[in-house]
């Protein structure tokens, strides 16, 4: 299904670190559809709603307050396997051990300062959309379409 989509977003960290554009190119130039896309600064009680399934954690006050603690891009991506695929753009949760030529492997060292989210699977996907982006996200036909899927 090439019309799967993810939720992206850009940490405080990675926009004060001047990330942005290097990150959405990586996603752009696989061949992913940007569907959405905003800055915005983040409530607690957003943050805590986005990471509620952390909230036993003991590093969910840190989590929190590190979201909030400026701008951050929140993004929808489209394409096939997006979810799954966007998770390997991204590298694991801890960059001690994401592999080099990921994301959170090239730009990052510590897990509380990981410069990006990317949604676990479809169905936290449509959930996180629906949290980040309730006025919905842009419907168009992208042109290279038949040059990415045969
Ligand atoms: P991911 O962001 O890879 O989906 P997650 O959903 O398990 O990882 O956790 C959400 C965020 O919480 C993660 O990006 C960074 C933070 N986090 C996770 N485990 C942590 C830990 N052991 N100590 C500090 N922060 C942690
Ligand atoms: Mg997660």
Known sequence: MSNE???IMIKPDGVQRGLV???IARFARKGFTLRAMKMMNVTKEHAEKHYAD????PFFGGLVSYMCSGPVVAMVWEG???VKTGRKIIG????AA???GTIRGDFCIEVGRNVIHGSDAVESANHEIGL????GVCEYEPCAK???YE
């Open 21 to 23: 554009a290097e990150i």
């Open 98 to 100: 994401s592999e080099p």
């Open 5 to 7: 989509r993810t939720y």
């Open 80 to 82: 096939k396997d997006v």
């Open 54 to 57: 952390l909230s036993s954690k």
């Open 132 to 135: 980040w982006f309730p006025e």
């Open 146 to 148: 038949a040059w990415i």
């Open 92 to 95: 694991a949760t801890n960059p």
